[in-house]
């Protein structure tokens, strides 16, 4: 019976084969899941469909969730995941929900996986009927599962934890290239709106990336001109679902129609235009997608060490010379960080202790430690290698604690923008909160060097900033309004203050001050020329450099009132939260929160880019004043030497000529790319380092590491 049943496909939801299988003995098993289809599942929208994913977990924890397939009652996902299970009793719990955006998802069954009634070391085809424990007589629809139950052997606890946490800190895995898609236009799209028109958006998702385009109002021919990046861990490709969307303010969004980019289907290196219509919809999406091959972060023990070696470091220089400045533009440099030791961790486990593994990341590339177990001041040990794309990006090294019953728990971290660091310095790095605002417990030492040509970095300056695929979603807080207020009006209150300095010379209050106002004004105004415009700029900023330079600072105070701030947002935000859970009506205002989030982001950008402008003439950021200066000396040299004719000419012909030169550009603003690099007085915060307590000494740190 049990030979017929592996044939052609089992059910073994309500299976107790013990009697073929011995109880499972303790140790490692692979369990190889292939989730292929779902049959007649449950109807849950009101058009009569449903948009399924499934959830799989085992001892309450959940190890993985499929993608989501819209409006299918038989959908098919085709996905793969491996899990590692230290034992067969606990069974394999799969759950399926319809996906609501912006609303509770609806259960649509569940159903039990004994992994005890596996055969092992044998792929089976298994079928799972979906039930509501509530209501046991409903028939909810089957799935269709492969699976193949693997022994393992040795000492896996090292393993064991990167794979139980692969689902928490999927960005841990070594990608193998990047998916470049640039979403280009929309034709003839599905009327939405009782105008006859749209409010379209695209929605881009593979694995667990995912990006979301802007919103073009009232058309069905949109132009979005934008580009996202994702990043490939499979070398053989993927899919890559794009979802369009209506935009619908106060209500669901109305979904526009699908379609799926097969990259194993597309060359390497090279850019393929894609027409793709829109399956469940009308209309037809322009895709521009480009694969390149990448091998751009590794990890290792700290015994192989590449800069350590002489004849590599050479190398590695020779490849970041200004020699080779025009080879390969985007590879601006490479960056190695070693995780030697953590001290004095807080204790996150009812023990007194911890069990502390450390993350580190720089932009989308994210790897991991093992984990060190019960110990407070772990060692790793190991060495990270990352590719720099972006000298301006921001090395962050977190460190949790691992939880084998729910989400790890955070420990500290750090942030260190790369052009802070110095080259080999081993150095203790005192850990911060969550919002890098305020310290916590411990301290983490590590040594890193950055390697990156010059020429390269200050022409990525220049372009968009790459995104994060994965960041947390926005929250309304009272607390973080109130403080993006407070640093707007600080900006506004500088300009009031500027006008009232320029108003109080026409008015004498000091004769000294209003004579020499007069004369400059007059000696400025019959003198004037284009090119005193970058020319005022330079000076402005070569100021600032000698005043620095001579000890008098004028960064401080900047920094100390936003210190202050966030100082008085963190202690609020515990209250805010328990206001949140106790006041659930906020999850239903889903217009109001998005008006909320708009304004509070509205507030924030404007403060940003009003602190990053000053501090680009404060020399918050050398390299980036450096450069400033040198584009301030060409437009100098440029319109002192070539007529301001000639030179509106050109540009309008550039700006003529663009669209047939290049009918898919995406069109970016240099001066907003380069300001976007310049940290904002609350990134300077969060960057800066805190002062280290001298280190215990090494009898107390081996008391405390008895466990």
Not at 103 to 109: A, V
Not at 143 to 157: H, Q
Not at 499 to 509: A, D, T, V
Request: aromatic share 10%; proline share 4%.
């Amino acid at each position: 019976m049990g030979s017929k049943s592996q044939d052609q496909g089992i059910n073994i939801v309500e299976a107790s084969n013990e009697e073929l299988h011995p109880p499972s003995k303790p140790g490692m098993y692979q369990l190889d899941i292939v989730l292929k289809k779902g049959n007649n599942l449950a109807i849950r929208d009101r058009g009569g469909t449903s948009d399924p994913y499934v959830k799989f977990k085992i001892a309450g924890k959940e190890v993985f969730r499929s993608k989501t397939i819209h409006k299918n009652l038989n959908p098919v996902w085709d996905e793969k995941v491996s899990l590692l299970v230290e034992s067969l009793r606990e069974p394999l719990y799969v759950k399926v929900f319809d996906y609501d955006f912006g609303l509770q998802d609806d259960f649509m069954g569940s159903a039990y996986l004994y992994l005890e009634s596996l055969e092992h070391q044998r792929t089976l085809d298994v079928t799972i009927e979906l039930k509501d424990p509530h209501y046991p007589n409903h028939d909810l629809g089957s799935l269709d599962l492969t699976v193949t139950l693997i022994p393992k052997e040795g000492d896996f606890r090292e393993t064991h934890q990167s794979l139980r946490l692969s689902d928490i800190h999927r960005k841990a895995q070594l990608w193998r290239g990047i998916v470049s898609i640039s979403l280009i236009e929309a034709n003839n799209l599905q009327p939405m709106d009782t105008n006859g028109l749209s409010d379209p958006y695209v929605k881009f998702r593979m694995g667990h990336q995912k990006y979301k385009s802007k919103t073009i109002p009232k058309t069905l021919n949109p132009q979005w001109r934008e580009q996202f990046d994702f990043h490939l861990f499979d070398e053989q490709g993927g899919f890559i679902d794009v979802t369009v969307w209506d935009k619908d303010a106060g209500k669901k969004d109305d979904f526009m129609g699908r379609c799926q980019v097969d990259l194993s289907l597309l060359s390497k290196e090279c850019t393929h235009r894609l027409d793709m219509p829109l399956d469940e919809g009308e209309g037809t999406l322009v895709l521009l997608v480009t694969l390149t091959a990448s091998a751009a972060v590794s990890i290792a023990d700290l015994s192989v060490n590449i800069l350590d070696d002489p004849r590599e470091r050479k190398e590695i220089l020779h490849r970041y010379s200004l020699l080779r400045s025009f080879n390969n533009i985007k590879d601006v440099g490479m960056v190695q960080v070693k995780v030697i030791r953590a001290e004095g961790l807080m204790a996150a486990d009812v023990t007194g202790k911890s069990d502390p593994f450390c993350v580190v990341e720089l932009s989308n590339d994210r790897l991991q430690t093992h984990t060190v177990y019960k110990n407070l001041n772990p060692e790793w040990n190991k060495v990270f290698t990352f590719n720099v794309k972006d000298i301006h990006s921001v090395l962050e090294v977190t460190v949790y604690d691992e939880d084998r019953d729910r989400s790890a728990d955070f420990l500290g971290k750090v942030a260190i923008p790369l052009l802070n660091i110095q080259n080999g310095e081993r150095k203790a790095y005192a850990l911060k909160s969550k919002e890098l605002t305020g310290p916590t417990k411990g301290v983490i030492f590590l040594e890193i060097d950055v390697i990156y040509n010059i020429v390269k970095a200050g022409m990525r300056t220049l372009i968009p900033i790459e995104q994060k695929y994965i960041e947390e979603e926005p929250r309304v807080s009272k607390q973080m309004l109130l403080q993006n207020f407070n640093r707007m009006r600080r900006c506004i209150m500088f300009l009031l203050n500027a006008g009232c300095y320029i108003n109080s010379c026409f008015e004498w209050e000091s004769p000294q001050r209003s004579i020499c106002a007069f004369l400059l004004f007059v000696v400025v105004v019959w003198n004037f020329e284009l090119y005193m415009v970058p020319l005022v700029l330079l000076m402005l900023l070569t100021w600032n450099y000698v005043l620095i330079a001579s000890g008098k600072d004028t960064r401080q105070g900047d920094v100390q009132a936003v210190e202050d701030l966030l100082e008085d947002e963190e202690e609020d935000f515990d209250r805010d939260d328990k206001d949140s859970e106790r006041k659930g009506f906020m999850n239903k205002l889903y217009a109001i929160q998005d008006v909320c989030i708009s304004v509070q982001n509205a507030l924030d950008e404007v403060a940003s880019y009003g602190e990053r402008i000053k501090n680009t003439f404060n020399w918050t950021v050398p390299f980036l004043s450096w450069l400033a200066i040198a584009a301030l000396c060409a437009v100098t040299l440029v319109v002192y030497y070539i007529p301001i004719r000639y030179i509106v000419l050109a540009w309008g012909v550039n700006k003529f000529t663009k669209k047939l030169r290049d009918p898919y550009s995406i069109d970016n603003n240099e001066l907003l790319d380069f300001l976007s690099r310049v940290p904002s007085d609350v990134q300077v915060v969060q960057y800066r380092e805190l002062k280290v307590d001298p280190s215990p000494s090494p009898n107390k740190r081996k008391k405390n590491n008895l466990g």
